[in-house]
């Protein structure tokens, strides 16, 4: 059974829908074994709790610097055994020694279609608030390895939903939750959980099912 480690910032939907997963039998081979969050109180540590998953808060204020942050955050996931690495609406950056101790065992899931609307400053609703300034009739998300570049690891699924007329960056973000990021996210986990997920010159592929 690999252990999968969540890292996360907020509410924790994303999170919720690899418990969710999880206890339906989605993710054999796999188990959440630990939450980590970047600040005390969010909402996804309740919902780590309730689901009985233990957590801890390794909080980013309190540490100078994204390297020293990116330090502690690396002993945790190694005193915690990680197989797989979930960040889930984690909202952090992380040095490059993370992604380097753990190559290709970082999952993310990004609120956009990589190559679009990605890297530094684009997080949360921020993504869709830039996706609606460009006027793209499709968006989506994307769940991708984690490398040394912030959003450029190797894409390992995709899903695409409309931009309407009358969307706001709120409904924009609901509809790519709702359709992809749910659904995509615990399916990547289960992917690799079996071994499916290979990587070669950068390019991940998806064994087919
Ligand atoms: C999600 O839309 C996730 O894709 C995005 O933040 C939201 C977190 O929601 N992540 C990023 O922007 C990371 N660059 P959640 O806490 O409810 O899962």
Not at 111 to 132: D, M, Q, R, T
Not at 146 to 170: F, H, K, M, Y
Request: glycine share 10%.
């Amino acid at each position: 059974m690999l252990n999968i480690v969540v890292l996360v910032s907020g509410g924790g939907t994303n999170l919720q829908a690899l418990i969710d997963a999880e206890q339906a039998g989605q993710i054999p081979g796999g188990k959440i074994s630990c939450v980590i969050a970047s600040k005390p109180g969010v909402y996804a540590l309740e919902r780590a709790a309730k689901a009985g998953i233990p957590s801890r808060v390794v909080e980013r204020k309190a540490y100078p610097d994204r390297k020293s942050y990116s330090q502690a955050i690396l002993e945790a996931l190694n005193e915690e055994k990680a197989d797989l690495v979930i960040l889930a609406g984690f909202m952090v950056i992380l040095d490059e020694m993370v992604p380097k101790a753990y190559p290709n065992r970082i999952l993310n899931v990004h609120p956009a279609l990589i190559p679009s609307f990605c890297g530094p400053g684009f997080y949360g609703l921020k993504v869709h608030e830039a996706a609606l300034a460009a006027g793209v009739k499709l968006t989506g998300a994307t769940v991708h390895f984690v490398s040394e570049v912030c959003d450029g690891g190797p894409i390992i699924l995709q899903g695409a939903v409309p931009v309407r007329n009358d969307d706001t960056p709120e409904t924009l973000q609901k509809r790519v939750m709702e359709e992809v990021e749910w659904k995509l996210l615990p399916k990547a986990a289960a992917l690799f959980c079996a071994g499916k997920i290979k990587v070669e010159n950068g390019i991940a592929r998806v064994e087919e099912e």
